[in-house]
């Protein structure tokens, strides 16, 4: 499988790269700047050169061409809102819209375990820009025709990866915290399977630590 991750370089993707390759799957981690090539290779990865927030619907359709799957795993790292939106939101849904434009059937979103419309974050809050612009992604997402998932791990830590986790049902609210938490290892651990879990195609799970093995809770 071709498998083009967008933000090669973030904190799960860093652990998704060599995973991938690790198992055969051929590559390709985009960035935006060009001192990052070398590290997307270092990981086992093709590097690709693309701004994704600046980048067309048609560029990004080109740097996809050919591939199998696309992983979003970019993100503006908060802090600025409307670059959150600009990437977050606006970048995300033209590379789902590329991907539909290169004939891409598969698309895996990594998200947040809020992402839902009464994810409970006030609007004076410094997250609500990520919140609403991740909701807000991932709904034209359910709404494409790729063989979508999106992944809702729940707080994020850099703990050694445990290869278990619990699924959480959508109804179930949870806040950012330890009730929630879990390790990026094992993030980037679900995303590698979910690209080959028929099981998780239009689904949304949402999931934190747990003791069920990662396989069988992609199967759950």
Same mark, same amino acid.
């Given at each position: 499988?071709?498998?083009?991750?967008?933000?090669?370089?973030?904190?799960?993707?860093?652990?998704?790269?060599?995973?991938?390759?690790?198992?055969?799957?051929?590559?390709?981690?985009?960035?935006?700047?060009?001192?990052?090539?070398?590290?997307?290779?270092?990981?086992?990865?093709?590097?690709?050169?693309?701004?994704?927030?600046?980048?067309?619907?048609?560029?990004?359709?080109?740097?996809?061409?050919?591939?199998?799957?696309?992983?979003?795993?970019?993100?503006?790292?908060?802090?600025?809102?409307?670059?959150?939106?600009?990437?977050?939101?606006?970048?995300?849904?033209?590379?789902?819209?590329?991907?539909?434009?290169?004939?891409?059937?598969?698309?895996?979103?990594?998200?947040?375990?809020?992402?839902?419309?009464?994810?409970?974050?006030?609007?004076?809050?410094?997250?609500?820009?990520?919140?609403?612009?991740?909701?807000?992604?991932?709904?034209?997402?359910?709404?494409?025709?790729? &063989?979508?998932?999106?992944?809702?791990?729940?707080?994020?830590?850099?703990?050694?990866?445990?290869?278990?986790?619990?699924?959480?049902?959508?109804?179930?609210?949870?806040?950012?915290?330890?009730?929630?938490?879990?390790?990026?290892? &094992?993030?980037?651990?679900?995303?590698?399977?979910?690209?080959?879990?028929?099981?998780?195609?239009?689904?949304?799970?949402?999931?934190?630590?747990?003791?069920?093995?990662?396989?069988?809770?992609?199967?759950?």
């Amino acid at each position: 499988m071709k498998v083009v991750v967008i933000g090669a370089l973030g904190k799960v993707a860093r652990h998704l790269l060599p995973l991938l390759a690790g198992r055969g799957d051929d590559v390709v981690g985009v960035v935006r700047k060009p001192a990052q090539l070398d590290e997307v290779t270092d990981l086992g990865a093709e590097a690709l050169l693309l701004d994704v927030e600046q980048a067309s619907t048609e560029e990004i359709a080109s740097a996809l061409d050919g591939a199998d799957a696309v992983v979003w795993s970019a993100g503006a790292g908060g802090g600025n809102p409307d670059r959150t939106y600009a990437v977050d939101r606006d970048a995300a849904i033209r590379s789902m819209d590329a991907a539909a434009n290169a004939g891409v059937p598969r698309y895996v979103m990594v998200s947040w375990i809020g992402s839902v419309p009464d994810h409970g974050i006030p609007a004076d809050s410094s997250f609500y820009a990520y919140a609403d612009a991740k909701l807000a992604a991932d709904d034209h997402l359910r709404g494409t025709a790729l &063989d979508w998932t999106i992944l809702g791990p729940g707080s994020l830590t850099d703990d050694d990866p445990t290869g278990r986790i619990e699924r959480v049902a959508e109804g179930v609210s949870l806040a950012r915290g330890e009730d929630s938490a879990v390790p990026r290892a &094992d993030v980037a651990q679900v995303v590698a399977d979910a690209l080959h879990e028929p099981l998780t195609v239009r689904a949304f799970v949402r999931f934190r630590s747990g003791e069920t093995p990662i396989p069988d809770a992609l199967r759950g």
